[in-house]
C-alpha cells in the first residue's frame, strides 16, 4: 500500500517552468515503479512520463519530450516532473501514479496508487 500527495502546480505563462513532486508514504517505495498523467476538462486520462522503480529508465509522451524530466529520490520517497517551456495545452491536472513493478506502464489501467492531482495552468 503507498499513499501519493502531489505539490508544486499552479499557474505560469507560456515559456515558464514548474516543478511537480509527489511524496509516498508506504513501504518500499523503491519497489514502485512512478507515472505521471494528466488530465484536462472533457479530455481522458493522458501519459506524461514515467520511471522504472530504480530510475534506470524513462518514458516520455511524444507531446513532452525535450521539454519534461521525470526523475526520483528513493531515499526520500520522492518522484519529482520537471515542467519546462510550457505551453497552453499543457494546461490540465497532474496526478502522480505507483504501481508495484520495475516496468514502466504508459496506460492507467497499468497503475493501482493515484494520487489527487495538482493544477497546472499556462496561460498565453
Known amino acids: 500500500q503507498v499513499q501519493l500527495v502531489e505539490s508544486g502546480g499552479g499557474s505560469v505563462q507560456a515559456g515558464g517552468s514548474l516543478r511537480l513532486s509527489c511524496a509516498a508514504s508506504?513501504?518500499?517505495?523503491?519497489?514502485?515503479?512512478m507515472g505521471w498523467f494528466r488530465q484536462a476538462p472533457g479530455k481522458v486520462r493522458e501519459f506524461v512520463a514515467a520511471?522504472?522503480?530504480?530510475?534506470?529508465?524513462?518514458h516520455y509522451a511524444d507531446s513532452v519530450k525535450g521539454r519534461f524530466a521525470i526523475s526520483r529520490d528513493n531515499a526520500k520517497n520522492t518522484v519529482l516532473l520537471q515542467l519546462n517551456s510550457l505551453r497552453p495545452e499543457d494546461t490540465a491536472v497532474y496526478l502522480c501514479?505507483?504501481?508495484?513493478?520495475?516496468?514502466?506502464?504508459?496506460?492507467?489501467?497499468?497503475?493501482?496508487?493515484w494520487g489527487q492531482g495538482t493544477q497546472v495552468t499556462v496561460s498565453s
Open positions: 520511471i522504472s522503480w530504480n530510475g534506470d529508465s524513462t
Open positions: 501514479a505507483a504501481d508495484a513493478t520495475y516496468f514502466i506502464r504508459t496506460y492507467p489501467d497499468g497503475y493501482s496508487y
Open positions: 508506504g513501504r518500499a517505495f523503491s519497489r514502485y515503479a
